[in-house]
Structure formats: structure tokens, C-alpha cells
């Protein structure tokens, strides 16, 4: 069946790094574009970066500019996001998602609902 599995998340203090990842199966991988969101307590769930098919193309919210990575694997069906110099307000709930339409608007704030297929998520908390 379609689904998206995360890892890598995990308790990290402030300034640490993670690695997150998301593995894909029940669809062809190479033709979705990808993306990563976050929701935090209390909050909706945001746009945290996305990356077209082919994976040269990728755009992130401004917030995790310069800080967030996102990349993938289309050999092993996996998209990553490699989270560097964390603050306490990345601490959410991060989830993988995929849209059928491969292409991405660079500097377009994605929203939720331009996604067809979720993952559970994955919990990352970081303390100052």
C-alpha cells in the first residue's frame, strides 16, 4: 500500500543536529515532489521545505534557511532533511509528504492541503 515511514527523530539539545528520514513505497517514488511540514503544540501544521523530483530543484521557508537541508534518494525511495544548528522553536512533530504533480515553485509557502499522501510523523524536541 502507499505510505511514507519517518526516523530520525530524537531529543537534541540546542545548536545539535538531526537527520531525518522518510522512506516511500506503494508509488513511484521518482515522479512525486516531496516536502517535509512541521506542527508544533497548539499550531497548524507548516511548511518546512520541499524538493522536485529529479532533486535538483528545492525551496524552504525562511525560517530554516541556511540551516535546514532537504535531499533524496531516488535509487532507495527516501527523502532526508538534515536539520543543523537547532533552536527550541524547531521542537514539532515533523512529517514527510508527496504530491503526484513532480514539479516545485521555488519560494512558494507550500501549504498542507497541495499534498496527497502522509506519513505518522516523527517527534523532534530541542533543549535550550
Known amino acids: 500500500q502507499v505510505q511514507l515511514v519517518e526516523s530520525g527523530g530524537g531529543l537534541v539539545q540546542a545548536g545539535g543536529s538531526l537527520r531525518l528520514s522518510c522512506a516511500a513505497s506503494?508509488?513511484?517514488?521518482?515522479?512525486?515532489?516531496m516536502a517535509w511540514f512541521r506542527q508544533a503544540p497548539g499550531k497548524e501544521r507548516g511548511f518546512v521545505a520541499v524538493i522536485n523530483w529529479t532533486g535538483r530543484s528545492t525551496s524552504y521557508t525562511e525560517a530554516v534557511e541556511g540551516r535546514f537541508t532537504i535531499s533524496r534518494d531516488n535509487t532507495k525511495n527516501t527523502v532526508y532533511l538534515q536539520m543543523n544548528s537547532l533552536e527550541p522553536e524547531d521542537t514539532a512533530v515533523y512529517y514527510c509528504?508527496?504530491?503526484?504533480?513532480?514539479?516545485?515553485?521555488?519560494?512558494?509557502?507550500?501549504?498542507?492541503?497541495?499534498?496527497?499522501?502522509w506519513g505518522q510523523g516523527t517527534q523532534v524536541t530541542v533543549s535550550s
Open positions: 509528504a508527496a504530491r503526484s504533480y513532480g514539479s516545485i515553485v521555488e519560494n512558494h509557502h507550500y501549504s498542507a492541503n497541495e499534498f496527497d499522501i
Open positions: 506503494g508509488f513511484t517514488f521518482s515522479n512525486y515532489a
